[in-house]
């Protein structure tokens, strides 16, 4: 699977292998915190800012809506664009077909706008996910969405594939593991 340039790739070293005679098969995974799909740490954006492991399971599992949204690659989404949206339920989760390949990294992705953020607050929605590495575009150093996600207390899960996924509600299930103080999970 792919992960931003310069972050670390996905890697299994074998351990012990049930193959070469030992009784158990045991491998280490090496990776980023940030690979496939994966929720943000408020850490991962802010100074002193919680870990992922603060964040309620609650908020991570339960109803959610899936919504298509037409938007070209590297553009912004905008408050417009989610108009037609049903902001129903406490998460929402944003197929954009923007990243259509995981294991090859497009930077082009869209990505929120800040005002985007604050409407879905004001709308009750308490996670949001995208089918995208980021809710900022690939090249922001100053992840302006980040930000509004962290000043209304929500979270962010990046990296979701929706692609056969039809617009509807659905049971949300993104437990992330609890690494305690890591930036992602």
């Not at 351990?15 to 098969?25: A, F, I, K, N, R």
């Not at 399971?57 to 959610?64: A, D, F, M, T, Y």
């Not at 929500?154 to 305690?180: N, Q, S, T, W």
């Amino acid at each position: 699977i792919a992960v931003f340039p310069g972050d670390t790739p996905l890697s299994r070293e074998v351990l012990l292998s049930v193959e070469d005679g030992d009784p158990v098969t045991l491998s280490t995974l090496h990776t980023t915190v940030h690979v496939g799909a994966h929720i943000d740490g408020p850490n991962h954006y802010a100074a002193g800012a919680p870990g992922v492991d603060a964040w309620l399971l609650e908020r991570c599992i339960g109803p959610c809506r899936v919504a298509s949204i037409e938007v070209e690659r590297g553009e912004l989404i905008e408050p417009a664009d989610l108009a037609a949206v049903e902001l129903d339920q406490e998460r929402l989760l944003l197929h954009t077909g923007t990243f259509p390949n995981p294991t090859n990294f497009n930077a082009d992705f869209a990505a929120l706008h800040p005002d985007s953020v604050d409407l879905l607050h004001d709308a009750g929605v308490m996670l949001v996910g995208i089918d995208t590495p980021s809710v900022d575009p690939g090249e922001s150093t100053t992840l302006d969405a980040h930000h509004r996600f962290r000043a209304n207390g929500m979270m962010i899960l990046e990296g979701i594939c929706l692609e056969d996924v039809p617009p509807g509600c659905y049971e949300l299930i993104a437990a992330p593991l609890k690494l305690v103080g890591f930036d992602g999970s």
